[in-house]
C-alpha cells in the first residue's frame, strides 16, 4: 500500500521538479536578454559545397582574364605592389608551367572560397602560388628548406587557397589544414590531395598536436579575425612548434588604418555594414574614428549583425612588438603580405 502510494506521488514530484527547473531556466535566459547560451565556437554548414571549377590548366586553355595569354601564363599585370610581386617575378615561365602541370586539382566557386578574387578564377590561383613562395623565400632565408620531414599547418585554410600549393608542388610534407568553418574542411576532403590533412578547429585556442610537433604554421588573414583568446591561440602555436619552428601571420596594422579613407573598400565596408568597437564604447563607427591614429594600439570592430567570425581586428606594429614579443622572436615585418591591406610577421619559437 505504502510502495503503490510512492508509485504514484513520485512521478508527479518528478515532473513538477523539471517543470520549476525549465520555468528557472526560461526566466534566467530572459535576464539575460534571451542570449543565455555560450555563442557558437565553430561554423557549421550551412548549405550543399557547390559545384567545383575546373583546374587552372583547364582554365587556362579558354581564359579571357588579362594575364593569360594564349595559354600561357604572363604574370606582370598581377605584379601588384604586394610582398609576392618579387618572388613572384623570378619565376621562369617554365617554372610556372611546372607549377600549373603539378596541380590537376579542381578550383573551389567563389561562395566556397570566402569570395577570394571574384570570378577571376586564374587570379585566385596565382594569389595562392604567391603565398606559397614567399613563404618558401622567407624560410630560406632563415636557412629552413621545405624538405622532409617537415610538417606545417595552415590555420584558417578556407578551401586551400595556399595550402594546395604546398602539397602539389612540394613531395614528402606533412600538410595540416584547419578552419572553424566545416563547409571549407568538406571542400578540401572532397577535391584536395589526400596527403592534406584538414580538420575544424574551434575558436577556443586547441589544436590536435602534442608539444614541439610542427615545423611551421601560418595564418593568411586570420589573426585579423581574432578577437577574443589572442594571447592563447599565440602560446597555442607555440606549444605545437618545435623550438627553432616558425609561424607566420598577417595583421591588419596601423599601415592598413591609415590608407583607410575616401574609396577604400574596408573603409565603405565598416561604414556601411553595422560595425561597433566595443572596448572604446562605440556603438557605431562613424567617419570621425577613422579621422586620426588608430584610437588604440588593438582596435576590434565588431560586425553587429553576426554572432562568429564578425570582427576585424587591428594591431600597431608597437603592440605586435610589445605583446606577441612575450611569445616569439620576431624575425620579420613584412609589409604588403596579404594583398596591399596587410603586413606579415615572421615569428621563431625559440
Ligand atoms: C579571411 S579568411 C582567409 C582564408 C585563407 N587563410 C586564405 O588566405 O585564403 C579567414 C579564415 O579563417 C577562418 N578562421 C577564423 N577564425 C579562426 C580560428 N580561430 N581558427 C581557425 N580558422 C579561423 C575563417 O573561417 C576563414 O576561413
Known amino acids: 500500500m505504502f510502495i503503490q502510494g510512492l508509485r504514484k506521488v513520485l512521478p508527479q514530484r518528478f515532473k513538477r521538479a523539471i517543470r520549476e527547473y525549465l520555468q528557472t531556466l526560461t526566466r534566467l535566459q530572459s535576464e539575460a536578454g534571451g542570449n543565455a547560451g555560450p555563442p557558437p565556437l565553430w561554423i557549421h554548414q550551412t548549405r550543399p559545397l557547390l559545384p567545383p571549377l575546373p583546374s587552372v590548366a583547364q582554365l587556362l586553355q579558354n581564359s579571357d582574364e588579362e594575364y593569360v595569354r594564349s595559354g600561357v601564363l604572363d604574370l606582370s599585370p598581377y605584379l ?4 609576392q610581386r618579387e618572388v613572384l617575378r623570378k619565376l621562369s615561365q617554365d617554372e610556372i608551367k611546372q607549377f600549373v602541370k603539378a596541380d590537376p586539382y579542381p578550383l573551389p566557386a567563389p561562395e566556397d572560397r570566402e569570395g577570394y578574387h571574384g570570378d577571376q578564377h586564374v587570379r585566385y590561383w596565382i594569389s595562392g602560388l604567391g603565398d606559397y613562395v614567399l613563404f618558401r623565400a622567407l624560410l630560406l632565408e632563415q636557412q629552413v628548406k621545405l624538405s622532409a ?3 606545417l599547418l595552415d590555420l584558417g585554410c578556407a578551401s586551400g587557397r595556399v595550402l594546395r600549393h604546398f602539397a602539389t608542388h612540394e613531395s614528402g610534407l606533412q600538410v595540416y589544414g584547419a578552419d572553424i568553418n566545416r563547409t571549407y574542411v568538406m571542400w578540401v ?7 592534406i ?7 577556443l585556442p586547441s589544436l590536435p598536436f602534442g608539444d614541439n610537433t610542427l615545423d611551421f604554421v601560418y595564418g593568411c588573414s586570420v589573426f585579423t579575425h581574432i578577437d577574443d583568446y589572442e594571447s592563447a591561440w599565440l602560446l597555442e602555436i607555440r606549444r605545437v612548434l618545435k623550438p627553432g619552428g616558425f609561424a607566420f601571420m598577417t595583421i591588419h596594422s596601423d599601415r592598413t588604418w591609415k590608407d583607410m579613407h575616401g574609396d577604400h573598400f574596408m573603409y565603405k565596408y565598416f561604414l556601411t555594414a553595422p560595425h561597433a568597437i566595443e572596448d572604446l564604447g562605440i556603438p557605431q563607427v562613424t567617419p570621425e574614428v577613422f579621422a586620426g591614429d588608430m584610437p588604440a594600439d588593438r582596435v576590434v570592430l565588431t560586425h553587429t549583425g553576426y554572432p562568429i567570425n564578425n570582427t576585424n581586428v587591428f594591431h600597431t606594429i608597437a603592440y605586435i612588438r610589445e605583446n606577441w614579443g612575450r611569445f616569439f622572436k620576431i624575425c620579420k615585418i613584412v609589409p604588403k603580405a596579404h594583398g596591399g591591406q596587410q603586413d606579415g610577421i615572421l615569428l621563431l619559437k625559440e
Open 80 to 83: 601588384e605592389e604586394t610582398a
Open 149 to 151: 620531414p617537415f610538417s
Open 189 to 195: 576532403n572532397a577535391h584536395l590531395p589526400r596527403s
Open 197 to 203: 590533412q584538414c580538420f575544424q578547429n574551434t575558436i
